[in-house]
């Protein structure tokens, strides 16, 4: 019987396989016809304990008997509050900027992009009506960046086939050359002069660009152009809806470089990837500036699952898992594997350009066929399919993000298929 589910970055026309997942447990994946695959992206990025794991698993039952949704506009919960209040404890400090101190609610990394960006721009025109400020709606972006799929967050990414057919419903950015290795500086000095012309924001993925290729910078290259904006006058908005819960080596990726944002998205990771749940966090400023006895001035923009009592008391365990385990340890532990073995896996001569930041790692397969679009993309998760691991490369891009429980046998299985992968591909 022919499957009436349309699935997302699926091209049905190719029929390709879709295997049926029955159960997961730790980082595998149980399939319908008995086998396994080891869950090498954490399903997208988001399971970062573990799949089903236990503590989240029971903070979910027990709440579901309890208060399962809440219209949030003028109501609140226990769950919320506590989670608000964990994020704020947690999201990064810094002795020279003011502090991260409310959250806003919502449901995925790209509607928690989007309440970013409203945000920033709420923000200006409030001022401009008070007569504090001039209009500011222009938004600067980092070249190669992703931010998600709504009309907004599609706006602030890269443009290409992924976007192509919405052109028209996308708005104007100013797009800041991607600070490659040796060109650093020349980025730097794009976003000084993109700067003085007042725009209302600059929005960054901090430290490494996910679906633009995994290319990472460097943490003072961060630090630089929180600066720049600083003295501007111009919001600083961190993308850490992937980089946050650990996945750099650090809990947020800001940490690195000493950055408060004024704005920080956070999503995926925030329930240990059990379920939907996002969150936007801003300096007092850009509350205060929404704060009004005049309710046309209110923050418009809500969903109706805004805040679910069941996601936030996920949420909740996931907090209190990182309080009271040792996360950072696991942390550790998984980044020195995974750089011993892709030390041994870049003498490969498939493969070039290996990094890796924290428990990220990525390397390219040398092709003429490289490119999101790359007929080797497919035929690689054929390939990684067969060998028992769920990977989705970017164009001729393998890149590995597993949840902080694998372990040592199933790295080596991980990398034993990139070594067999190699041999095959370049044969």
């Known amino acids: 019987m022919t499957s009436p589910v349309w699935h997302p970055f699926t091209q049905h026309g190719l029929n390709e396989p879709i295997p049926r997942v029955v159960r997961a447990e730790g980082a595998l994946l149980h399939l319908a016809d008995g086998g396994s695959l080891i869950d090498a992206i954490s399903s997208w990025w988001v399971t970062t304990h573990g799949h089903c794991h236990p503590r989240i698993a029971a903070a979910i039952a027990q709440q579901a008997g309890q208060l399962d949704q809440l219209i949030f506009a003028g109501y609140t919960h226990e769950p919320a509050e506590t989670v608000a209040r964990g994020l704020i404890e947690i999201a990064p400090r810094s002795p020279d900027s003011d502090p991260l101190a409310y959250v806003f609610f919502s449901d995925s990394g790209s509607t928690a992009v989007e309440v970013a960006l409203k945000m920033a721009l709420g923000y200006w025109h409030n001022l401009a009506l008070d007569g504090q400020a001039e209009a500011r709606s222009r938004i600067l972006v980092l070249e190669h960046g992703y931010h998600g799929d709504t009309i907004g967050t599609m706006s602030v990414g890269e443009r290409g086939v992924y976007n192509a057919a919405w052109t028209p419903l996308l708005f104007d950015v100013g797009t800041i050359p991607f600070p490659a290795p040796g060109k650093e500086q020349a980025s730097l000095d794009a976003l000084e002069a993109a700067c003085r012309d007042k725009p209302a924001a600059f929005i960054v993925e901090p430290l ?143 493969f070039a350009n290996p990094r890796q930041l924290g428990t990220i790692a990525a390397i390219d397969i040398v092709t003429p066929d490289a490119g999101y679009l790359s007929d080797l993309a497919p035929r690689l998760r054929a390939f990684f399919l067969q060998h028992g691991l769920l990977l989705r490369p970017l164009g001729n891009t393998i890149y590995l993000m597993p949840p902080y429980c694998v372990d040592e046998q199933q790295l080596d299985r991980i990398f034993a298929a990139l070594v067999a992968a190699g041999d095959h591909f370049s044969a």
């Open 208 to 350: 490494i660009l996910g679906a633009g290729g995994m290319l990472l910078y460097p943490p003072h290259v961060l630090r630089d152009m929180a600066a720049i904006c600083r003295r501007h006058d111009v919001l600083f908005i961190a993308d850490e809806v992937m980089t946050g819960w650990g996945r750099t080596g650090t809990l947020f990726a800001c940490e690195q470089a000493g950055v408060v944002p004024d704005i920080m998205a956070v999503a995926k990771g925030i329930t240990g990837g059990a379920i939907p749940l996002a969150a936007t966090l801003a300096t007092a400023r850009i509350f205060e500036a929404h704060k009004s006895t005049d309710r046309a001035r209110l923050f418009y923009h809500s969903s109706s699952y805004t805040a679910n009592a069941i996601a936030c008391a996920a949420a909740v365990a996931n907090l209190a898992i990182w309080r009271e385990e040792d996360v950072r340890g696991r942390l550790a532990a998984l980044a020195d594997g995974i750089t011993t073995r892709l030390a041994s896996l870049a003498r490969h001569p498939a």
